[in-house]
Nanobody, 124 residues
Framework: QVQLVESGGGLVQAGGSLRLSCAASGGTVSSYAMGWFRHTPEKERVFVAA????????YYGDFVKGRFTISRDNGKNTVYLQMNSLQPEDTAVYYC?????????????????WGQGTQVTVSS
């Protein structure tokens, strides 16, 4: 089994930046396609970004494209989400996920393993 642990969340003012990290254990990041989702009490868990096993392809939700960047460092067994120009609407719990059945996942059902989430709060 694979365990994923997110970190890097916190409180930031509108217009600021955060870099989230997802560290994997019990497996290697290089063996999985990876993704990020976010969830609030008002909304269901929605897709944010995804990256292929090799890192050669990425895909983003329309609402974050141009502001967020997903990347992976297989040597460190870690996936990152760089978030710039953050807005209050980005406030959510952000979850890292790993998939072994697809090359690139954009749906919750594509993913096999999930982290516990990290809170991101953006103030006005």
């Amino acid at each position: 089994q694979v365990q994923l642990v997110e970190s890097g969340g916190g409180l930031v003012q509108a217009g600021g930046s955060l870099r989230l990290s997802c560290a994997a254990s019990g497996g290697t990041v290089s063996s999985y396609a990876m993704g990020w989702f976010r969830h609030t009490p008002e909304k269901e868990r929605v897709f944010v970004a995804a990256i292929t096993q090799t890192g050669g392809g990425t895909y983003y939700g329309d609402f974050v494209k141009g502001r967020f960047t997903i990347s992976r460092d297989n040597g460190k067994n870690t996936v990152y989400l760089q978030m710039n120009s953050l807005q209050p609407e980005d406030t959510a719990v952000y979850y890292c996920a790993a998939a072994f059945r697809v090359h690139l996942g954009i749906r919750k059902s594509d993913y096999d393993y999930w982290g516990q989430g990290t809170q991101v709060t953006v103030s006005s």
